[in-house]
């Protein structure tokens, strides 16, 4: 007959506790079980096996042919299980003990991420900090979906209440433009003299950000003239170039995009733009989280006003 699958760990257990003490009351008492339940498990796992497993007489309990041949298998089971749970318990334990720091463009300002890494490790010795790159189509940097413990990103977040952050830096939104532009020859340039440009956008999939990064905020309704989609630094670059369109850039993030040809200028009429090292509200017991929040805190002081 054919060998049914669903055995339990616990009869294999109870299996080899018996044939290593070739004793029931003795089996029981180690495993912590009364005999009799101990004797029903080995029969019903003789009857799942179709096998009588031990031989009981006046001598005592000794091991059938079958149960001789089944006692290293269900051993090595035994061993191979333990060190399944011990692998998961080891991955749980890192997963706790990890944590994932997202963002889009990395935050050079002034050497903030290992002036706050080490404060970080300061604090947590044991716990490893993971950087991942998120595309600019999420603009939460891994937070929406769960892939990020916390996150380097821009205000404003889709979602926004789902989230608690720190301000890290708050800086002018520039225009950037091929260094050709008629309008580069300015020192500062007014946005209502970009209004009609066409702009390079982020996806759509960023939402609000899109939105902040084209300054919907003062069009005064007018929708924006969308020259090209950039989800990268690089293509940004290229698309600038290419003169597809002009875009706003945080004063920060000038220098990536300014590699010869393309310029920067301040723009009149436009609020600044936040920076900020967020979480997920339900996180924020995490002692992890909290600390490396706490480690921002004091690489970044708040900006000033």
């Avoid at 031990?54 to 090595?76: H, I, K, N, W």
């Avoid at 433009?177 to 003299?193: K, N, V, W």
């Avoid at 995009?257 to 920067?264: D, Q």
Wanted: glycine share 8%; aromatic share 6%; with cysteine.
């Amino acid at each position: 007959m054919g060998m049914t699958t669903d055995v339990h760990l616990r009869e294999l257990r109870y299996f080899v506790a018996v044939a290593e003490e070739l004793h029931f009351t003795r089996a029981a008492a180690r495993l912590y079980v009364s005999q009799p339940a101990l004797s029903k498990q080995i029969r019903a796992l003789e009857g799942q096996l179709g096998a009588e497993l031990f031989r009981r007489d006046r001598q005592g309990v000794a091991l059938t042919d079958a149960g001789a041949a089944l006692l290293p298998y269900a051993r090595e089971v035994l061993a191979s299980w333990s060190r399944a749970s011990a692998a998961v318990e080891a991955a749980r334990t890192a997963q706790r003990t990890t944590l994932v720091v997202g963002m889009s463009t990395s935050p050079g300002r002034g050497g903030l991420l290992p002036a706050v890494r080490s404060r970080f490790t300061a604090a947590h010795p044991t716990a490893n900090v993971r950087v991942r790159q998120v595309g600019w189509d999420d603009p939460t940097a891994g937070l929406a979906s769960g892939d990020t413990d916390v996150a380097y990103v821009w205000l404003p977040l889709p979602d926004q209440d789902r989230y608690d952050w720190t301000v890290v830096a708050e800086e002018p939104r520039l225009i950037a433009l091929p260094e050709t532009h008629p309008l580069a020859a300015r020192e500062e340039i007014d946005f209502a003299d970009l209004a009609d440009e066409p702009f390079l956008a982020l996806p759509a999939a960023a939402g609000p950000l899109r939105d902040h990064w084209l300054a919907l905020d003062a069009r005064s309704g007018r929708p924006p003239r969308v020259g090209a989609e950039i989800a990268g630094t690089e293509e940004t670059y290229e698309a600038l170039v290419a003169g597809l369109g002009i875009c706003l850039v945080a004063a920060g993030n000038a220098r990536l995009v300014t590699l010869g040809g393309v310029v920067t200028r301040p723009v009149g009429g436009l609020g600044p733009s936040q920076y900020v090292l967020a979480w997920r509200r339900e996180d924020e017991h995490r002692p992890l989280v909290r600390a490396y929040v706490e480690a921002c805190r004091t690489a970044a002081p708040p900006p000033a006003g």
